[in-house]
């Protein structure tokens, strides 16, 4: 009876390893994931211009989002404020890449969408999908930027620095 337990026990330990090490799949993502927004950006191209001017949108989008998050409680209210304010976010993307001589096409959208493993200063998000407003210009084939809109870790500290 105890080497039977004693196989299960390592058992589930090899399963945990092989889930976490060899397939990369973080255990505590999903969680993670269902109570955060992030905020995504990519950029029309690598070139240094499309790169630049996505930094403007990136500025300029969250200039106008921080005094309607900077109050929010939960994910759904942000989510919310958001989705009410996708028309403005789209018009400021496309007033900011006119300013800069550009007449790149952009979309926005709340998504899931797959992300790399980041930190922001003391906290680390596994890679894996994630809700996410997600802004595109142009074709989008571009290196993106991304943050956490809901908690708030955009505005804060050195993310816009």
Same mark, same amino acid.
């Given at each position: ?64 989002? /921080?005094? %309607?998050?900077?109050?929010?409680? @939960? ?5 919310? +404020?958001? $989705? &009410? ?9 496309? /007033?900011? %890449?006119?300013?800069?001589?550009? @007449? ?5 959208? +709340?998504? $899931? &969408? ?48």
């Amino acid at each position: 009876m105890k080497q039977w337990f004693l196989r299960i026990i390592g058992a589930g330990i090899l399963f945990l390893y092989i889930w976490t090490v060899v397939l990369g799949h973080d255990i505590l993502q999903p969680s993670i994931a269902s109570k955060i927004l992030r905020f995504h950006v990519l950029a029309n191209s690598d070139s240094n211009a499309d790169q630049a001017v996505k930094l403007e949108v990136r500025n300029a989008v969250g200039t106008y989002l /921080q005094p %309607l998050l900077s109050d929010c409680e @939960d994910l759904e209210e942000t989510k919310a +404020i958001v $989705e &009410t304010h996708m028309e403005e976010i789209i018009a400021v993307s496309e /007033q900011t %890449l006119q300013t800069y001589g550009y @007449d790149y096409c952009v979309s926005a959208k +709340i998504t $899931e &969408t797959n992300f790399p493993q980041k930190t922001y200063g003391a906290y680390t998000f596994p890679k894996g999908t994630y809700e996410a407003l997600q802004i595109v210009i142009g074709e989008g084939k571009g290196k993106n930027w991304w943050c956490v809109l809901y908690p708030n870790m955009c505005f804060k500290g050195s993310v816009f620095e």
